[in-house]
């Protein structure tokens, strides 16, 4: 308990202690033959020491019809303080408004699963001082997002080491219209085992226990929590340790920030632990 409020307590002043620095930049993709605007939180360097320090890196992948600007400005707003206060990178991706994180099996011009999985860790590993190793290496999002990074850490194992989820769409196919998945999957008549092979709910029947450090969280007024209550029992019944949590709220940014909080603390312990 005093370690929790310790931290709590050096998030809260980070502000007036550290200047984490903010680069916005564009980062090119091969996959998609375009420029993607990314951004970049890495903690203040202390002065003191000589040698370079490296840090643990987070992605953070925003919800759909957002983008990383927004996603710092008006979503989750204090993740400069938390970069600084636990010692960390925090990379914001671009999942371009409504890709889902899927490499689509109908347009080329749709990689954004490739995107972040190689081209933006290469990237990041290769322009900042991180740690490149899947122990300090880890993914979390909300909403589409959420969906994002449990699908994404599920299908490479290899790279991230903890992945959490905050309101995800994790089982998307209650909402066969109006959020762009046919655009990327087909329409669901016709597609009905695409769409199911690119849930998350589905991919978790590949894991085994200890493979990723998850944590995942609802709100209880959220519409997507029946999803995050099936996907919980499921990894249950698949005996797979995860971290589980629900408490009022809706599907909205200030439920989003309140539970980034935490899931930045839970992945922080796993990097300390590991």
């Known amino acids: 308990m005093k ?17 984490a620095k903010v680069d916005t930049l564009k980062v090119y993709s091969e996959t998609m033959k375009k420029d993607i605007t990314c951004l970049f939180i890495s903690p203040e360097q202390s002065k003191q020491t000589k040698e370079k320090k490296h840090y643990p890196t987070v992605y953070l992948l925003h919800g759909y019809t957002g983008d990383a600007r927004r996603t710092l400005k008006l979503d989750i707003p204090d993740l400069k303080a938390q970069a600084d206060a636990l010692q960390m990178i925090i990379v914001l991706a ?15 011009k749709i990689r954004y699963e490739s995107f972040i999985t190689n ?7 290769k322009t900042y001082p991180t740690i490149a190793d899947r122990s300090k290496r880890a993914i979390y999002g909300w909403s589409m997002g959420g969906h994002g990074a449990l699908y994404l850490a599920i299908r ?39 769409w199911e092979e690119h849930t ?28 995050n209550r099936a996907l919980h029992q499921k990894l249950n019944d698949l005996k797979i340790d995860h971290d589980y949590i629900e408490r009022p709220g809706v599907h909205d940014n200030t439920y989003w920030s309140k539970a ?14 590991s």
């Open 119 to 125: 081209e933006l860790v290469q990237f990041t590993d």
């Open 94 to 108: 671009d999942g371009g408004y409504n890709s889902w994180y899927f490499d689509s099996p109908l347009n080329e």
């Open 200 to 227: 998350v709910n589905y991919n978790v029947s590949s894991l085994k226990n200890q493979e990723l450090k998850l944590i995942i969280d609802c709100g209880l007024q959220d519409p997507l929590l029946p999803v």
């Open 3 to 19: 370690r929790l409020l310790f931290i709590l307590t050096a998030i809260f002043f980070a502000d007036a202690v550290f200047a």
């Open 156 to 194: 490479h194992k290899g790279l991230y080491g903890a992945a959490g989820s905050i309101c995800g769409a994790v089982d998307f196919r209650a909402a066969t219209k109006g959020y762009d998945i046919e655009k990327i999957l087909g329409d669901y008549a016709g597609h009905e085992k695409s």
């Open 260 to 273: 980034s909080a935490f899931q930045l603390l839970f992945i922080h312990n796993y990097f300390s632990q």
